[in-house]
């Protein structure tokens, strides 16, 4: 079994950064992936980014690439997500999920979300303008 607990969400002003963590205890190996997401009120669950707990590919949609940063501590087991240069329209609640085993050391980043099996509660992060 996988656990999963995003925290450092909050209030921000636009331009400003937060970093948000995301702890994963359990069964974790090489073979699995994290990857955040974000859910705004009354729209879909989208991918922002990733990273493979074996060789560290990550992977990030277009809309945010160059402002968010994905790494992870293996020793800590913990995947952290950076955001630079916040903006009103990073408002959402962001989510963790962990998806994987997969057959070897994965070095893709699925952005579905119905590849991710674990998931946290969720971090709210609110940027005003």
């Known amino acids: 079994q996988v656990q999963v607990v995003e925290s450092g969400g909050g209030l921000a002003e636009a331009g400003g950064s937060l970093r948000l963590s995301c702890v994963v205890s359990?069964?974790?190996?090489?073979?699995?992936?994290t990857g955040w997401f974000r859910q705004a009120p009354g729209k879909e669950r989208e991918f922002v980014g990733g990273?493979?707990?074996?060789?560290?590919?990550?992977d990030y949609r277009d809309s945010v690439k160059g402002r968010f940063t994905i790494s992870r501590d293996n020793a800590k087991n913990t995947v952290t997500l950076q955001i630079h240069v916040l903006k009103p329209e990073d408002t959402a609640v962001y989510l963790c999920?962990?998806?994987?085993?997969?057959?070897?050391?994965?070095?893709?980043?699925?952005?579905?979300?119905?590849?991710?099996?674990?998931w946290g509660q969720g971090t709210q992060v609110t940027v005003s303008s």
């Open positions: 999920g962990v998806a994987g085993p997969f057959l070897g050391d994965s070095s893709y980043v699925p952005g579905r979300v119905s590849a991710y099996r674990y």
């Open positions: 990273i493979t707990w074996g060789s560290g590919v990550t």
């Open positions: 359990g069964r974790i190996s090489t073979r699995h992936v």
